[in-house]
T-cell receptor, first 113, second 112 residues
Framework: EAQVTQNPRYLITVTGKKLTVTCSQNMNHEYMSWYRQDPGLGLRQIYYSMNVEVTDKGDVPEGYKVSRKEKRNFPLILESPSPNQTSLYFC????????????FGDGTRLSIL | DAKTTQPTSMDCAEGRAANLPCNHSTISGNEYVYWYRQIHSQGPQYIIHGLKNNETNEMASLIITEDRKSSTLILPHATLRDTAVYYCIVRPRNSGNTPLVFGKGTRLSVIA
């Protein structure tokens, strides 16, 4: 089954403790991205990747890092999480061709205390 | 991306067709119409997209008016599991990295 898989689905942690949210897709998609969703603000893009070893900042990249060493994986790294990064996070992927739809993971709910 | 206008909310009886309208009067010739939905706190789910012809897949039908200024998403036999927020998004073919912009959408409630 074609899917985007995120882990963990839920995480409660403390300020400053490094964490990684993994994202993996099995559709051989070139393009992957991370969004966060907050009440009243909708979905905002954090980082994206057009292909392996190619990443770039989205609209709200501060406090986040990403890497794209393999086509299928696109982890989101919070080196020193802070409470304002408490949010619902979604990973998405699509084929390179711009008209193709994005496929989203089920989300990761992070709470930073 | 062209702006879209959707009703804030709609109700639909279970088993009936749900018809969700979207206005996109400023759409340009190379822009597609996409529909996604988000069931509470789950990831947005792609439903269907089209350029100018009507489209149908296993989930829904998309009817685009001849002038392309509006469209309707049709869920032919709505079930309780179709209760979600539905988003109509217009994007150009060569949108590159431009992130998807989800507006407020239409909150569809399917009622037993």
């Amino acid at each position: 089954e074609a899917q985007v898989t995120q882990n963990p689905r839920y995480l409660i942690t403390v300020t400053g403790k490094k964490l990684t949210v993994t994202c993996s897709q099995n559709m051989n998609h070139e393009y992957m991205s991370w969004y966060r969703q907050d009440p009243g603000l909708g979905l905002r893009q954090i980082y994206y990747s057009m292909n392996v070893e190619v990443t770039d900042k989205g609209d709200v990249p501060e406090g986040y890092k990403v890497s794209r060493k393999e086509k299928r994986n696109f982890p989101l790294i919070l080196e020193s999480p802070s409470p304002n990064q408490t949010s619902l996070y979604f990973c998405a992927s699509r084929q390179r061709e711009g008209s193709q739809p994005q496929h989203f993971g089920d989300g990761t709910r992070l709470s930073i205390l | 991306d062209a702006k879209t206008t959707q009703p804030t909310s709609m109700d639909c009886a279970e088993g009936r067709a749900a018809n969700l309208p979207c206005n996109h009067s400023t759409i340009s010739g190379n822009e597609y119409v996409y529909w996604y939905r988000q069931i509470h706190s789950q990831g947005p789910q792609y439903i269907i997209h089209g350029l100018k012809n009507n489209e149908t897949n296993e989930m829904a039908s998309l009817i685009i008016t001849e002038d392309r200024k509006s469209s309707t998403l049709i869920l032919p036999h709505a079930t309780l599991r179709d209760t979600a927020v539905y988003y109509c998004i217009v994007r150009p073919r060569n949108s590159g990295n431009t992130p998807l912009v989800f507006g407020k959408g239409t909150r569809l409630s399917v009622i037993a």
